[in-house]
DNA sequence: ATAGATAGTGCAACAGAAGTGCATTATTCA
DNA sequence: TGAATAATGCACTTCTGTTGCACTATCTAT
């Protein structure tokens, strides 16, 4: 995606489109899979960890990518759809973490069934995460 | 629940009961909410960080106890119920996190609804956690 | 009952992820 | 331009989880 056109998506999310922050755009973008502050420590090795951790921190204020706790203890990070209400509990997808090749994926289309509670018990929010085989690891 | 009584169950469970075992197993009994290592390394302040977190992990390994992550961030277990077969798909149930009093619990009946997956993806576990206001903490 | 093997416990230290304070640099806008 | 605001980079801290090693308790076979 051009520079130009992730600077106007991050404008529109009321973020300031840094250098920074359009690489860090650039590449959730590019890349299909959750990631992580490390992954992006490792691969921006040019920049400081805090700056990665606080550019972070400002998409997901901003609603420009969601938080995902898959399970490994790391904290992932993907891109929001466009529309996507992630605090919505209609909107709540699940994600698929593959015990092969330790990526973790948005299943956006598939949403967390509505679940009833014992009596008292209130929702507000839900995470659902799958783990097994993803498509790319076949048997 | 008698210290015998314990002991007994440890044993069907091939743990040898230690008294730190039993009274690990008490605690966690009396609560009905899924304790981190944390709030073990608290309550049991005489006791070493080191020998809770192996006792948890034998605990966990001879399936007394279950791991939860209910996206705190701290890994939390709760006592396996009689027969429990926490590894079986078909046996997931799930758990719910109080945004109020903080707390954890099983919700033991509710099991993981089945989840239709995208071709190619297999699943072999699952975590579901619903968030919200527990029984305990009226509005 | 005792000795040797095995299992459990406690201390110290380490690793990884997350988060904060503060000084420096860049950007905005009046 | 210059003051205000925002972003960045460095150093440091905290919290959770984990391992190595020495010491102690327990078990088992003689």
Redesign the pocket.
Known sequence: MKTAKIESLLQKSN??P????ILVYNFLLENEAAK???DLENYFDK?????L???IK?FEEKGVVHQIDDGT???KYALCEQGCNCQIETDLHLHFYCNICDETVCLTDRKIPHINLPDGYTAEDANLVIKGRCEKCPE
């Open positions: 973020v300031r840094t250098a920074m922050r992580s502050l490390t920049s400081d960890r805090t700056t951790y606080r550019t400002t203890g790391t904290t």
